[in-house]
């Protein structure tokens, strides 16, 4: 008895699982979203989740958005953070080595077709540049008619083989909304901030900060203020209309120019022209 006693113990000690013990298939973590590598502006769509991976040569994470419209797909920022690891634009997400994202045509193409299928979205030929250097996007409509758009930038403080290299950070952004225009859209673009750093020697992909203006603080040199958008300078300009001057109506003639008279005799002071001899 004491024999089963003690195999009965010993099979409900076996049956208790341990937290280590249970391996995922995938190594994406779920993370706070006040640990996003990237923060959208104030007022803007609000995060509503955080997957992160981690890479031997990457930190990546899809940074989800709040979605609303029938447009199929999700709303979301994909940033990574490179660090200054040499691979070759070959090599794939091979073991857990994370490629750079390309920004070629085909490659944003690609991109494109598999995060807005079905959406004609067209590459902007605008130069247009935030504050960590150039950026490009395109813009088209979505399923009854929302707008959609998608970013895409590269981040890297110009490695060359005179000097060491510094990372990369790859920010991609796709968002559809349908109260929303391109010019609101691409806001977001301009104005997302990067939220963190890799604690790494010489990563530094943004480079220094630049100087300040040499002007500033200089004298004979005034700044001034911009107008603000609620003061009346800052408001649109308005088109002057100048009335133009009444018509008389088709119906009616206008009154012919006095014309001056006559003289019925020679006038004083000029020669007399004598008339054309008669026939």
């Known amino acids: 008895m004491a024999a089963l006693l003690g195999l009965s113990g010993a099979g409900c000690g076996e049956s208790r699982l341990a937290s280590d013990e249970l391996v995922t298939a995938s190594r994406a973590t779920s993370v706070s979203p006040a ?23 990457a930190v990546s994470q899809i940074i989800s958005l709040a979605t609303r419209g029938r447009t199929p797909g999700e709303n979301a920022i994909d940033i990574a953070f490179f660090t200054a ?5 070959s090599a794939a997400v091979a073991g857990n080595l994370l490629k750079l994202p390309g920004i070629e045509d085909h490659d944003v193409a690609r991109e494109m077709e ?43 403080d ?34 997302y901030s990067l939220n ?5 020697p010489g990563w530094n992909p943004i480079g220094e900060a630049p100087p300040p203006a040499p002007e500033l603080g200089k004298a ?22 100048r009335s133009r001057p ?8 206008e009154p012919a120019p ?6 019925d005799r020679p006038l004083e002071g000029y020669p007399t022209v004598p008339p054309p001899p008669r026939p």
């Open 114 to 156: 598999d995060r807005l299928p079905g959406v004609v979205m067209m590459p902007s030929a605008v130069f247009v540049q935030n504050k960590y250097g150039p950026f490009g996007y395109a813009f088209g409509r979505g399923i009854g008619g929302e707008a959609c758009l998608y970013a895409w930038q590269r981040i890297a």
């Open 220 to 241: 004979g040199a005034p700044i001034y203020p911009l107008p603000q958008a609620s003061s009346p300078d800052a408001a649109a300009p308005q088109r002057i209309v």
């Open 35 to 57: 640990r996003a590598l990237a923060l959208l502006p104030p007022g803007s769509m609000p995060v509503i989740g955080v997957t992160q991976r981690n890479y031997d040569n």
């Open 258 to 263: 006095d014309l001056p008279a006559i003289p």
């Open 158 to 191: 110009g490695d060359s083989i005179f000097r060491p290299k510094s990372g990369a950070v790859s920010v991609r952004i796709r968002v559809c909304d349908p109260t929303a225009t391109e010019a609101t859209l691409l806001r977001l673009a301009y104005d």
């Open 85 to 89: 690891a040499d691979l070759p634009d």
């Open 196 to 200: 963190a750093s890799l604690r790494r």
């Open 246 to 253: 009444s018509r008389a109506p088709r119906g009616e003639a």
